[in-house]
């Protein structure tokens, strides 16, 4: 069982060269260079051969790196993709993805190409339509030509498209939550929530932060660096829980309890699926750290 850790992923506009340079010893475990929504159209043409000779540069050692490209319905995106398409990032972020027609369209193209098969595509779930086409969407990770490895909630324009206020603890919003990360495990793929708009409230982004994790996102997309450390605690297995995981696992491994659907530990019956979920919880604290070496 291996793993990638995505607990924090750091828009930084594709615009300022310092900030992607920055985004090279950042502790954020991925980096999204923003051609959208981060970028003036005026700086569309410069942001977008900045990020492609930083792409191709390197040197974002340990970190995922995306690239997320404008909509497919602007007069940027057919640059933007086939820019990002030559410099081989991680992941190309798709904004505005509402139908299964939108990552069979990008697939094809990547395939015409020749994009390096690494590349996969990630889709930005921000729209009503997303919301009603969400299982269809992550149905989609199946066919291996549309590359699609993950969903990241665009929160914000939800809440323009909807109306929805922005409240602590989301009430308007939750059940739509809840339904894309359902969506997104449903068919084997990672998801992760939409951004913290206010800078001045740490505990307010602390509680969001574990909202998304109790809720089963993968990890959080940030807009400054100051929300990673937070950020990648709340994400991250307690020694605790680690500690627990691994009394459960030990368990079940005990030659007297091999084939077994349920033992007891300490007092309590538990049952063979928390014995796998521990083993889950055990190859993230593992991920966690090796990505630090």
């Known amino acids: 069982m291996t793993f990638r850790p995505r607990r924090s992923v750091l828009y930084m506009p594709g615009s300022n060269a310092r900030a ?30 900045q990020v492609a000779d930083a792409v191709k540069a390197g040197g974002f050692g340990r970190r995922e790196v995306f690239i997320r490209v404008n ?30 027609e939108t990552l069979e369209r990008i697939g094809q193209r990547l395939l015409d190409m020749h994009t390096d ?19 269809a969407l992550a149905a989609e990770a199946h066919d291996s030509e549309t590359r699609l490895a993950g969903f990241v909630m665009g929160t914000n324009d939800l809440a ?8 602590p603890g989301r009430a308007p919003m939750v059940s739509w939550l809840a339904i894309c990360v359902l969506a997104a495990h449903g068919h084997g ?12 409230d740490a505990k307010g982004f602390e509680a969001e932060c574990a909202q998304a994790r109790d809720m089963g ?36 491994d005990l030659p007297e309890n091999k084939g ?8 309590r019956m538990v049952e063979l699926l928390h014995a796998e979920m521990a083993r889950r919880t055990v190859a993230i604290a593992e991920a966690i750290e090796a990505s630090k070496v």
């Open 217 to 252: 996102f993968d990890g959080k997309t940030l807009i400054h660096p100051n929300q990673i450390e937070p950020c990648n605690t709340m994400f991250s297995p307690s020694a605790e829980e680690v500690a627990q995981a691994k009394k459960m696992i030990a368990a079940f």
């Open 260 to 267: 077994k659907g349920a033992v007891q530990i300490d007092g």
């Open 20 to 49: 992607i340079e920055k985004a090279r010893t950042l502790e954020a475990d991925g980096v999204i260079l923003d051609l959208e929504d981060a970028v003036a159209p005026e700086a569309k043409e410069q942001a977008r051969k």
């Open 71 to 100: 909509a497919l319905d602007t007069p940027w995106h057919a640059d933007d993709l086939a820019a990002a398409a030559q410099a081989a990032p991680d992941g190309i972020l798709m904004p505005k993805v509402g139908r299964v």
């Open 117 to 135: 098969h690494k590349t996969r595509v990630w889709a930005m779930i921000e729209t009503p339509e997303a919301i009603f086409n969400i299982n």
């Open 189 to 200: 793929i990672d998801i992760l929530d939409g951004v913290y708009n206010d800078l001045s």
């Open 160 to 167: 323009k498209e909807t109306r929805a206020r922005l409240l």
